[in-house]
């Protein structure tokens, strides 16, 4: 039954993933990988500091949410390709720039989700 809500979770936040991924933008730079990737960062820490905090949230809720949904909608993979290729194509300081903005971001993101959820 976990793999039910895992696979639920995650097709829920692949589907969110693929939606971003429509948004016209005009730049080289992976905006939208990025913005998908924080945005992911703060729920799996809102998911994670809710859990702490109340403690009586079921085993089956946060598979769906923080393994599911999170882990359809965020992607390491899309970013480490897309970090490749920016130094590939010898765009150093834009590769660069996004490989840290992503890392620093995303860290912070997971502490902004875990304040967040103390107003819950």
Known sequence: M???????????????????????????????????????AI??????????RKGDISSKTVLFWKTGVCGGFTTFSTFSLESCNLFEERIYITGGIYVALSVGCCVLGILIGKKLSYLI
């Open 2 to 40: 976990n793999f039910i809500f895992v696979a639920l979770g995650g097709a829920f936040g692949a589907m969110a993933r693929y939606a971003i991924s429509l948004i016209p933008v005009k730049t080289h730079f992976p905006i939208l990988t990025l913005v998908t990737n924080i945005i992911g």
């Open 43 to 52: 729920l799996i820490g809102f998911i994670v500091g809710l859990v702490d």
